[in-house]
Every structure is written in structure tokens, then in C-alpha cells.
């Protein structure tokens, strides 16, 4: 059980970070470049 939850808190906690790091800055860019593309 330790080691799940273990297991599960830290892949819990690395993935919203990295999915909000890269969400955030893949949005940006990608609203960025979709945006001048369709402009």
C-alpha cells in the first residue's frame, strides 16, 4: 500500500506539473502559431 501510494503520489504529483509546464507553453505556442496560420 506504501509503495502505491507512493508510486501513485509521485506520478500524480510529476504529471500535473509537466502537463501544466507543457500544457500551458504548447497552448501558448500552438494558440500562437494556429492563430497566424489561420490568420
Known amino acids: ?3 502505491k501510494r ?3 503520489d509521485s506520478g ?3 504529471k ?3 502537463l501544466a509546464s507543457c500544457g500551458s507553453n ?3 505556442k500552438k494558440k ?3 492563430n497566424n496560420q489561420w490568420a
Do not use: F, I, L, V
Request: overall charge neutral; proline content about 6%; glycine content about 6%.
Open 26 to 28: 504548447s497552448k501558448g
Open 32 to 34: 500562437t502559431a494556429t
Open 12 to 14: 500524480n504529483k510529476e
Open 1 to 3: 500500500m506504501n509503495e
Open 6 to 8: 507512493d508510486n501513485n
Open 16 to 18: 500535473p506539473k509537466s
